[in-house]
């Protein structure tokens, strides 16, 4: 009987984030200080709907 492939199957490392706490705080902060969500989304490569 063959074993489902998510049984049993270890992942061998982490994910690793893109941004540490401290960056995502600084980007939050860009945007509660008025800055336009296109720009800040341009600014670090992500989507707006992230932010």
């Known amino acids: 009987m063959a074993i489902p492939w998510h ?5 061998p490392h982490m994910r690793k984030f893109r ?3 401290g ?3 600084g980007i939050l902060k860009e945007l509660k200080a008025d800055a336009k ?3 800040v989304s341009r600014k670090y490569d992500v ?3 992230t932010l």
């Not at 049984?7 to 992942?11: A, S, T, V």
């Open 7 to 11: 049984q049993g199957y270890r992942f």
């Open 19 to 21: 941004f540490t706490e």
């Open 23 to 25: 960056q995502i705080v």
């Open 37 to 39: 969500s296109t720009s």
């Open 47 to 49: 989507s707006e709907s």
